[in-house]
Each structure stands twice: as structure tokens, then as C-alpha cells.
């Protein structure tokens, strides 16, 4: 197994904010470039405020509704700074960087009230981080245009941030993810990224890991071992494979098209990923971004934009020495809120009011056309070897 050295710089930002340049070559010299905007000194004023009915926590981001909106495509602060065109990236080109968010939705912050006078209101600060990822500095891509060693020094990215971010004392669980399509409520057009790490287990995580428990309970078995092998037995909604990774449209899939991406060893987060599911990884992933472009083929026109969609990634949540879930098991979530062309799934009365979803489009159907938006490449992927399994 082969060794792939990715080379990490870390600098700060004028107002003090963290940046990491991770580039496929040594000595760039990007983290020792300066920021030379005037900024005043990073502060958030986030709090958490509990939901009894719910036993979950909502963070609160007033600050946030000064973010910015849509600039145009010159005053886009995620490309190089160049000249005096200053952005939140002081190098004049790059090829991967992450850097802690200027409008966290989650970040330490001052002791606030906890609600005095307030019986309804329990309340603390906020804790955590908000990074965003930048996977390209051409602001005209897309993750599906990267090469595949570009998409694979993102993994590497992402890896290098789940294990960091994941051993802070005041982190439970670390999400990477990606909005795309300003129908999901996008507000900058760059490619990029953005890591929550949050202070609390979400609550899907929270309810991914009570059904894990309950499984293993009662079977003596892993849950996402069963679901995984039990899609590939059934084959009907695998959409790709390899040796070390399967995508399959779920079952009870809630979103018109939705593909989740296992890999084959279990592992609890992108940090305990080895070299070789790494590589594949990359792969795989820019194949199945190719077909959710394909879903939906751009007339002469061009009356739709590129398929909206959101990629998570869902990690084993970590105990307070950092140490992860291992019952939990690493995989990806990408789906689109698409459902046709010109029309999206919208989360209506009982999707939103109840949390009971309804699907429009059925989940074999949908493994149909995205197998067929596949690239051609795609089909000549090594698969895994069963005799050694």
C-alpha cells in the first residue's frame, strides 16, 4: 500500500482566524503570505438554547444574517486574493484550503444568560467550529470537474479536519459537507465546502446510533454491516461498486434521488480511512457527482441550473478523550431535492411539521437513472474480489 504525502501549511488571517493550505507540492510558501484587509478581531455571539420537547439543541446565529449574499462572480471572497482584489485567501492561487468560517453558526463564544427570569429558556454558549473548504481556486468549477488527485487531496483535507477538529474537548461529532445550487440556499458560488463541528451529537447521528444499539441488541450484529449486505445482496438499487466502496439508492429512500456510499471495511470516520479506500474513494465520488449532473440534461435553453444537491457525510460521534464510536460506521449521503425537470421536492406540511416524509419518486427507478447518467469509466472499476472476503 502506497503512501500519498499531501503538504499542510497553517497561517491566520487578519482578524486571527485559522487558515490550512493543503497542497500536492512542498514549500509553497502560501501560509506565510499576509492578510493585508483591515479587519477587526473575530468574534461570534452564537448560543445554544435547549428544545425539551425534543431533547435536542438549537444554535442561535443572529450575527449570521450579515453574511454575504450572492457577490458577483469578481467580488467572490473564496477566490486568490490577486493585486488588490483581497479575499479571505491571502495566496494568489491554491489548491486546497480550509479556513475557520468569518460567520460561524457554531464557534466559542462569550458567556451569555442562561435565561434568568426565563423558566422556558435553558440556554449556554456556544462551542465548536465552522470551517469552510475550498476545493479549487477556479471559480467556474464544480467538485465533479476536479481531476481525481485533486478530489483525492480533499479527502486527505477532510480527513486531516475530522481527526483535529474531532480530539477538541468541546467537539462531539464533526460533519463535512456540501451545498450545492442556490435552491439548497447557497450564497457564494465558488466550489466549496464547510465542516460543523459541533458541541452536541445531532440529532440524526443521535438517532443512527440508538437504532445501532438496539440492533445490536437484538441480532448481535452491526446495523450498518446488515444494511449494507443486505442492499448488495437485493442489487437492485446498488448504483456503483469497487473494491473498497458500494453506492446503493436506499430502500426507503426520502429524497427523489439519494445514494449512499458505504465502504466495504467499516470504519467510524474519513480519518480511519486506509490509502487504498482513499484513492477509490476519490473516484467513485466524482463518478457519482458526474451522474447527479446527468440526471438532468441541460436543454438548448438552459432554463435549469446544474442539479442542486447536498453530499454529508456521516461520522461516528467521539467521547469527550475524542475516541469515536466504533459501532458507527462511516458513509455518505448525497441526494438532490430535484424531482424533475424544472420542479423540487419541497419539504411540505408532513415533512416539515411531522418529520414523516413522502417520496414522489420510487427508489428503484431512481437507481435506474443514475446508473445511466453514470460516466462510461464508471463501468470499468474493479470490484471487490468476494473469494477473499
Same mark, same amino acid.
Given at each position: 500500500?502506497?503512501?500519498?504525502?499531501? +503538504?499542510?501549511?497553517?497561517?491566520?488571517?487578519?482578524?486571527?482566524?485559522?487558515?490550512?493550505?493543503?497542497?500536492?507540492?512542498?514549500?509553497?510558501?502560501?501560509?506565510?503570505?499576509?492578510?493585508?484587509?483591515?479587519?477587526?478581531?473575530?468574534?461570534?455571539?452564537?448560543?445554544? #438554547?435547549?428544545?425539551?420537547?425534543?431533547?435536542?439543541?438549537?444554535?442561535?446565529? =443572529?450575527?449570521?444574517? &450579515?453574511?454575504?449574499?450572492?457577490?458577483?462572480?469578481?467580488?467572490?471572497? /473564496?477566490?486568490?486574493?490577486?493585486?488588490?482584489?483581497?479575499?479571505?485567501?491571502?495566496?494568489?492561487?491554491?489548491?486546497?484550503?480550509?479556513?475557520?468560517?468569518?460567520?460561524?453558526?457554531?464557534?466559542? $463564544?462569550?458567556?451569555?444568560?442562561?435565561?434568568?427570569?426565563? *423558566?422556558?429558556?435553558?440556554?449556554?454558549?456556544? %462551542?465548536?467550529?465552522?470551517?469552510?473548504?475550498?476545493?479549487?481556486?477556479?471559480?467556474?468549477?464544480? +467538485?465533479?470537474?476536479?481531476?481525481?488527485?485533486?478530489?483525492?487531496?480533499?479527502?486527505? =483535507?477532510?480527513?486531516?479536519?475530522?481527526?483535529?477538529?474531532?480530539?477538541?474537548?468541546?467537539?462531539?461529532?464533526?460533519? *463535512?459537507?456540501?451545498?450545492?445550487?442556490?435552491?439548497?440556499?447557497?450564497?457564494?458560488?465558488?466550489?466549496?465546502?464547510?465542516?460543523?463541528?459541533?458541541?452536541?451529537?445531532?440529532?440524526?447521528? %443521535?438517532?443512527? #446510533?440508538?437504532?445501532?444499539? !438496539?440492533? #445490536?441488541?437484538?441480532?448481535?450484529? &452491526?446495523?450498518?454491516?446488515?444494511?449494507?449486505?443486505?442492499?448488495?445482496?437485493?442489487?437492485?438499487?446498488?448504483?456503483?461498486?469497487?473494491?473498497?466502496?458500494?453506492?446503493?439508492?436506499? =430502500?426507503?429512500?426520502?429524497? *427523489?434521488?439519494?445514494?449512499? /456510499?458505504?465502504?466495504?471495511?467499516?470504519?467510524?470516520?474519513?480519518?480511519?480511512?486506509?490509502?487504498?479506500?482513499?484513492?477509490?474513494?476519490?473516484?467513485?465520488?466524482?463518478?457519482?457527482?458526474?451522474?447527479?449532473?446527468?440526471? +438532468?440534461?441541460?436543454?438548448?435553453?438552459?432554463?435549469?441550473?446544474?442539479?442542486?444537491?447536498?453530499?454529508?457525510?456521516?461520522?461516528?460521534?467521539?467521547?469527550?478523550?475524542? $475516541? *469515536?464510536?466504533?459501532?458507527?460506521?462511516?458513509?455518505?449521503?448525497?441526494?438532490?431535492?430535484?424531482?424533475?425537470?424544472? !420542479?423540487?421536492?419541497?419539504?411540505?406540511?408532513?415533512?416539515?411539521?411531522?418529520?414523516?416524509?413522502? &417520496?414522489?419518486?420510487?427508489?428503484?427507478?431512481? =437507481?435506474?437513472?443514475?446508473?445511466?447518467?453514470?460516466?462510461?469509466?464508471? $463501468?470499468?472499476?474493479?470490484?471487490?474480489? !468476494?473469494?477473499?472476503?
Amino acid at each position: 500500500m502506497r503512501t500519498r504525502q499531501v +503538504f499542510r501549511s497553517t497561517g491566520r488571517l487578519a482578524d486571527g482566524r485559522e487558515i490550512i493550505y493543503f497542497d500536492e507540492t512542498p514549500d509553497t510558501g502560501r501560509a506565510e503570505v499576509d492578510d493585508r484587509r483591515p479587519l477587526p478581531p473575530f468574534s461570534t455571539g452564537s448560543q445554544l #438554547r435547549y428544545d425539551p420537547l425534543l431533547d435536542e439543541w438549537v444554535a442561535l446565529a =443572529a450575527h449570521r444574517q &450579515n453574511r454575504t449574499y450572492l457577490p458577483p462572480p469578481d467580488e467572490c471572497p /473564496l477566490d486568490p486574493s490577486r493585486g488588490e482584489r483581497l479575499s479571505e485567501i491571502p495566496a494568489g492561487d491554491y489548491d486546497v484550503v480550509v479556513f475557520e468560517n468569518r460567520f460561524p453558526s457554531l464557534a466559542p $463564544a462569550p458567556e451569555t444568560a442562561a435565561g434568568e427570569g426565563d *423558566p422556558a429558556l435553558a440556554a449556554r454558549p456556544s %462551542a465548536g467550529r465552522c470551517e469552510v473548504v475550498c476545493f479549487t481556486s477556479d471559480h467556474s468549477a464544480s +467538485f465533479s470537474d476536479l481531476t481525481p488527485q485533486r478530489a483525492r487531496t480533499v479527502v486527505d =483535507a477532510w480527513a486531516d479536519r475530522t481527526a483535529e477538529l474531532g480530539a477538541r474537548p468541546d467537539v462531539a461529532h464533526v460533519y *463535512p459537507f456540501e451545498n450545492r445550487g442556490i435552491e439548497i440556499g447557497v450564497t457564494l458560488q465558488h466550489p466549496h465546502g464547510q465542516i460543523y463541528a459541533y458541541p452536541f451529537v445531532p440529532p440524526r447521528i %443521535a438517532a443512527m #446510533r440508538e437504532a445501532a444499539r !438496539k440492533h #445490536r441488541a437484538t441480532t448481535g450484529d &452491526n446495523l450498518f454491516d446488515t444494511v449494507v449486505a443486505d442492499e448488495r445482496r437485493a442489487g437492485r438499487r446498488v448504483v456503483a461498486q469497487g473494491e473498497h466502496w458500494t453506492a446503493f439508492v436506499p =430502500a426507503a429512500a426520502r429524497w *427523489p434521488y439519494e445514494v449512499r /456510499l458505504f465502504p466495504l471495511r467499516r470504519v467510524p470516520t474519513l480519518a480511519h480511512l486506509d490509502e487504498d479506500q482513499r484513492d477509490e474513494l476519490a473516484g467513485i465520488y466524482l463518478d457519482l457527482l458526474s451522474a447527479f449532473d446527468g440526471l +438532468f440534461p441541460q436543454p438548448a435553453q438552459g432554463t435549469d441550473p446544474p442539479t442542486p444537491y447536498i453530499s454529508a457525510w456521516h461520522q461516528a460521534p467521539v467521547d469527550a478523550d475524542g $475516541a *469515536p464510536d466504533t459501532e458507527f460506521a462511516l458513509h455518505l449521503q448525497l441526494f438532490t431535492l430535484r424531482r424533475a425537470p424544472g !420542479k423540487l421536492k419541497y419539504l411540505a406540511g408532513s415533512e416539515s411539521g411531522m418529520a414523516a416524509w413522502i &417520496n414522489d419518486v420510487a427508489p428503484e427507478d431512481a =437507481a435506474d437513472r443514475i446508473r445511466a447518467a453514470l460516466p462510461a469509466s464508471a $463501468a470499468a472499476r474493479p470490484t471487490e474480489n !468476494k473469494e477473499q472476503r
